[in-house]
């Protein structure tokens, strides 16, 4: 199993930055992409952003430019920064890990609200 903990969400104003982290705990060895994913009310949840084991990333192109996602594997802690932050990119934001067995793990999620 692999266990999930997501920090670093909060409120900020728009135009503001916050970095979300997602500490990765278990059987971390067998992970073969990790990513981040958010869920505003009554909308479905949507990919932010992933990582693969051999470095590849991917954005949509809704946070292409303005979200990085990075590692750090001497933590087993994958980040996400947000820059330039927009109303609508308030949700909970999941960190997902995904097996090479295909199996996946979810973290609880972390509440980002952006509003003046």
């Known amino acids: 199993q692999v266990q999930l903990v997501e920090s670093g969400g909060g409120l900020v104003q728009p135009g503001g930055s916050l970095r979300l982290s997602c500490a990765a705990s278990?059987?971390?060895?067998?992970?073969?992409?990790m990513g981040w994913y958010r869920q505003a009310p009554g909308k479905q949840r949507e990919l932010v952003a992933t990582f693969t084991r051999d470095g590849s990333t991917y954005y949509p192109d809704s946070v292409k430019g303005r979200f990085t996602i990075s590692r750090d594997n001497a933590k087993n802690t994958v980040y996400l920064q947000m820059n330039s932050l927009k109303p609508e990119d308030t949700a909970v934001y999941y960190c997902?890990?995904?097996?090479?067995?295909?199996?996946?793990?979810w973290g609880q999620g972390t509440q980002v609200t952006v509003s003046s």
């Open positions: 278990g059987n971390i060895f067998s992970i073969v992409l």
């Open positions: 997902r890990s995904t097996q090479s067995t295909g199996r996946d793990y």
